[in-house]
């Protein structure tokens, strides 16, 4: 019983770990001119995975480095 309860609870904790991930990128080494207002830009803040390309792509598109 105690082996069945222990398994049933290393599941939960992984599905619960891989279901709050979230994808973030650092941009860094932005040019003198371009102030981001946040660094770090994750999909989480995003109401679609498009607006989170388009966020990211135009950090780049500015000359930043997101990783």
Same mark, same amino acid.
């Given at each position: 019983?105690?082996?069945?309860?222990?398994?049933?609870?290393?599941?939960?904790?992984?599905? /619960?770990?891989?279901?709050?991930?979230?994808? !973030?990128? $650092?941009?860094? =080494?932005?040019?003198? &001119? /371009?102030?981001?207002?946040?660094?770090?830009? !994750?999909? $989480?803040?995003? =109401?679609?995975?498009? &607006?989170?390309?388009?966020?990211?792509?135009?950090?780049?598109?500015?000359?930043?480095?997101?990783?």
């Amino acid at each position: 019983m105690k082996k069945k309860l222990l398994q049933i609870i290393t599941i939960t904790l992984i599905s /619960v770990f891989f279901t709050s991930c979230s994808k !973030c990128v $650092d941009c860094t =080494d932005c040019p003198d &001119d /371009v102030a981001l207002e946040q660094t770090e830009i !994750c999909q $989480d803040d995003f =109401d679609s995975k498009e &607006d989170y390309s388009t966020a990211v792509g135009l950090a780049e598109a500015f000359g930043c480095e997101c990783q």
